[in-house]
C-alpha cells in the first residue's frame, strides 16, 4: 500500500517458480523473475522499444541491442536504465551512453558500464525510452541480465556542480568521493522446502518495480514423508503499490521521486535533469555531502528555477497509507554553499478542492541539516491525495542547492 503517481501502472503479485529435483537453472529463475517484475509500459508519445537482447563485453561490461521504432525526432529522446544487482537493488554507479538512435524504426546499442570498485553480480534490468523536453516516459522494457561486474573504480562529477551530460549519454551518479555508495550483497537463491512452512513476512520495496527474494525458513518436520521431497523457490515480486497481504505504514518520497510531476516557475522539468538546467532541476544523488560535511543517504536535490524568488514543486499523487500521520525529513544544503540566501520550504496535501499546508519554514544556508515534521490531517489517511514538496528562493536563487534527506510519510 504505497503512494503512486496516477500515470503508473500498478502491478502486484506474487509468482511461483518451481525447480526440477533439487536445484533450478539459475539464469532461468532470474529471467522468469525479471519478467515479471519489471514489465512497464509508456505514452509512446516519441518512440517505443521493441526489444532488447543483453551481450556480454570483454572488457566486463554489457551491451544492450535495442530495437526501436516510432522515433521522429532522434535528438528528442534519450535511454535510462537501472540495473538491479542480485540483493535486487539498483547497481550503482552505472556509466551509460548509446550509439546513434535512428529515425523511424531500425536499431542500436546501448553500453554499461560498472565503474564501482567492487565485484558485483546483476540478475536484470529496465530500459526506459524518454522525452528529454518533458522527462516523461515513452517506453520501458525489461532485461535479464545474469552478469559479474568488475568495477573500474571511476566516478562522477561532484553533486550541484556536474556538467551537463553529453547527447548519448547520462551522468553517473556517485557520492562525492566517486565511489558507490553501495556494497554487493550476495542472496542465497538456494531453493527451500515447502509443506508445513510458515508463510514468510513480506518485504515492500522502496525502488519503483523491483523486487526483493523471500526465504522461506525451514519447518520441524512432523513424519517422513515416502518419495522425494518438493522444492519451491518463492519470489516476492511487488510495485509500489497496495497490497493485500501485508499493511504498509510508510512512503519513500525519495524512491518514488521518479514519478512525481516537478515543475519550477519555469515550467515542466524532467527528473534527474542537467545541474545546469537554468529552468530549475531536480535529481536524487543517492549518497551525498551536505554543508555540515557528513554524508547523508537518499538525498534528494531540488533547486528553483535562476531566477528571483524561483521555485520548484514536486507532486505525488496517490494513497496516503491508513496508520501514517505524519511527514518528516531532514533538509538542508549540499557541500560547497557559500553565496546561498536561504529557501522557504513548504508541504502541502491536498484533496478536490481541499489544501492545507503541513510544513512552512525558511531554512538558511548553514552548516547542519534541520529536521521537517507535519502531521497528515486525519481526515486524510487512507485517502488518494496529492502530496507536493515546494522549494522558494528567498530573494535570489543562487547557489540554492537545497535537498530533502530520507523524505518520507509514516
Same mark, same amino acid.
Given at each position: 500500500?504505497?503512494?503512486?503517481?496516477?500515470?503508473?501502472?500498478?502491478?502486484?503479485?506474487?509468482?511461483?517458480?518451481?525447480?526440477?529435483?533439487?536445484?533450478?537453472?539459475?539464469?532461468?529463475?532470474? @529471467?522468469?523473475?525479471?519478467?515479471?517484475?519489471?514489465?512497464?509500459?509508456?505514452?509512446?508519445?516519441?518512440?517505443?522499444?521493441?526489444?532488447?537482447?543483453?551481450?556480454?563485453?570483454?572488457? *566486463?561490461?554489457?551491451?544492450?541491442?535495442?530495437?526501436?521504432?516510432?522515433?521522429?525526432?532522434?535528438?528528442?529522446?534519450?535511454?535510462?536504465?537501472?540495473?538491479?544487482?542480485?540483493?535486487?537493488?539498483?547497481?550503482?554507479?552505472?556509466?551509460?551512453?548509446?550509439?546513434?538512435?535512428?529515425?523511424?524504426?531500425?536499431?542500436?546499442?546501448?553500453?554499461?558500464?560498472?565503474?564501482?570498485?567492487?565485484?558485483?553480480?546483476?540478475? +536484470?534490468?529496465?530500459?526506459?525510452?524518454?522525452?528529454?523536453?518533458?522527462?516523461?516516459?515513452?517506453?520501458?522494457?525489461?532485461?535479464?541480465?545474469?552478469?559479474?561486474?568488475?568495477?573500474?573504480?571511476?566516478?562522477?562529477?561532484?553533486?550541484?556542480?556536474?556538467?551537463?551530460?553529453?547527447?548519448?549519454?547520462?551522468?553517473?551518479?556517485?557520492?562525492?568521493?566517486? @565511489?558507490?555508495?553501495?556494497?554487493?550483497?550476495?542472496?542465497?537463491?538456494?531453493?527451500?522446502?515447502?509443506?508445513?512452512?510458515?508463510?514468510?513476512?513480506?518485504?515492500?520495496?522502496?525502488?519503483?518495480?523491483?523486487?526483493?527474494?523471500?526465504?522461506?525458513?525451514?519447518?520441524?518436520?512432523? !513424519?517422513?514423508?515416502?518419495?522425494?521431497?518438493?522444492?519451491?523457490?518463492?519470489?516476492?515480486?511487488?510495485?509500489?503499490?497496495?497490497?493485500?497481504?501485508?499493511?504498509? &505504514?510508510?512512503?519513500?518520497?525519495?524512491?518514488? !521521486? !521518479?514519478?512525481?510531476?516537478?515543475?519550477?516557475?519555469?515550467?515542466?522539468?524532467?527528473?534527474?535533469?542537467?545541474?545546469?538546467?537554468?529552468?530549475?532541476?531536480?535529481?536524487?544523488?543517492?549518497?551525498?555531502?551536505?554543508?555540515?560535511?557528513?554524508?547523508?543517504?537518499?538525498?534528494?536535490?531540488?533547486?528553483?528555477?535562476?531566477?528571483?524568488?524561483?521555485?520548484?514543486?514536486?507532486?505525488?499523487?496517490?494513497?496516503?497509507?491508513?496508520?501514517?500521520?505524519?511527514?518528516?525529513?531532514?533538509?538542508?544544503?549540499?557541500? +560547497?554553499?557559500?553565496?546561498?540566501?536561504?529557501?522557504?520550504? &513548504?508541504?502541502?496535501?491536498?484533496? +478536490?478542492?481541499?489544501?492545507?499546508?503541513?510544513?512552512?519554514?525558511?531554512?538558511?544556508?548553514?552548516?547542519?541539516?534541520?529536521?521537517?515534521?507535519?502531521?497528515?490531517?486525519?481526515?486524510?489517511? *487512507?485517502?488518494?491525495?496529492?502530496?507536493?514538496?515546494?522549494?522558494?528562493?528567498?530573494?535570489?536563487?543562487?547557489?540554492?542547492?537545497?535537498?530533502?534527506?530520507?523524505?518520507?510519510?509514516?
Amino acid at each position: 500500500m504505497t503512494l503512486v503517481a496516477t500515470s503508473a501502472c500498478i502491478v502486484l503479485g506474487v509468482v511461483f517458480l518451481s525447480a526440477e529435483e533439487d536445484k533450478p537453472d539459475w539464469q532461468n529463475l532470474v @529471467a522468469g523473475a525479471v519478467q515479471e517484475a519489471l514489465e512497464g509500459s509508456g505514452d509512446g508519445e516519441v518512440g517505443q522499444i521493441r526489444r532488447v537482447k543483453m551481450t556480454p563485453r570483454r572488457d *566486463g561490461g554489457v551491451d544492450l541491442s535495442v530495437e526501436i521504432r516510432g522515433v521522429d525526432d532522434p535528438g528528442r529522446v534519450a535511454f535510462e536504465v537501472v540495473v538491479f544487482d542480485d540483493n535486487l537493488q539498483p547497481l550503482d554507479p552505472v556509466d551509460i551512453s548509446w550509439d546513434e538512435i535512428p529515425a523511424g524504426e531500425g536499431s542500436t546499442v546501448v553500453h554499461l558500464t560498472y565503474l564501482g570498485g567492487a565485484e558485483v553480480r546483476s540478475v +536484470g534490468g529496465n530500459l526506459m525510452l524518454v522525452d528529454r523536453d518533458t522527462g516523461s516516459l515513452s517506453s520501458r522494457r525489461k532485461v535479464a541480465i545474469p552478469w559479474q561486474w568488475t568495477g573500474s573504480g571511476g566516478g562522477g562529477g561532484q553533486s550541484g556542480t556536474a556538467q551537463a551530460p553529453p547527447p548519448g549519454s547520462l551522468s553517473i551518479r556517485t557520492d562525492n568521493d566517486g @565511489a558507490s555508495d553501495r556494497e554487493p550483497v550476495v542472496v542465497d537463491l538456494t531453493p527451500v522446502r515447502i509443506g508445513d512452512t510458515p508463510k514468510p513476512e513480506e518485504i515492500r520495496l522502496t525502488t519503483v518495480q523491483t523486487m526483493h527474494v523471500v526465504k522461506k525458513p525451514t519447518p520441524t518436520p512432523r !513424519a517422513p514423508t515416502p518419495g522425494p521431497t518438493a522444492t519451491l523457490t518463492q519470489l516476492a515480486i511487488m510495485a509500489p503499490a497496495v497490497t493485500t497481504t501485508q499493511k504498509v &505504514t510508510s512512503v519513500d518520497l525519495y524512491g518514488m !521521486a !521518479a514519478k512525481a510531476k516537478w515543475r519550477s516557475s519555469n515550467g515542466t522539468l524532467p527528473f534527474n535533469g542537467s545541474s545546469n538546467d537554468s529552468r530549475g532541476f531536480v535529481r536524487a544523488l543517492g549518497t551525498a555531502t551536505m554543508l555540515d560535511g557528513k554524508k547523508y543517504p537518499k538525498v534528494l536535490q531540488t533547486h528553483p528555477a535562476w531566477t528571483d524568488n524561483g521555485t520548484i514543486s514536486g507532486a505525488y499523487a496517490g494513497t496516503i497509507p491508513s496508520s501514517a500521520t505524519r511527514f518528516t525529513a531532514k533538509a538542508g544544503f549540499l557541500e +560547497g554553499v557559500t553565496r546561498s540566501d536561504g529557501v522557504r520550504v &513548504t508541504v502541502e496535501v491536498s484533496k +478536490g478542492n481541499f489544501r492545507t499546508t503541513i510544513v512552512d519554514r525558511t531554512i538558511a544556508a548553514k552548516p547542519g541539516v534541520v529536521t521537517l515534521s507535519g502531521a497528515i490531517p486525519e481526515g486524510l489517511r *487512507g485517502q488518494a491525495v496529492v502530496l507536493t514538496l515546494n522549494v522558494h528562493a528567498n530573494g535570489t536563487s543562487t547557489q540554492d542547492w537545497f535537498a530533502w534527506i530520507e523524505p518520507v510519510v509514516e
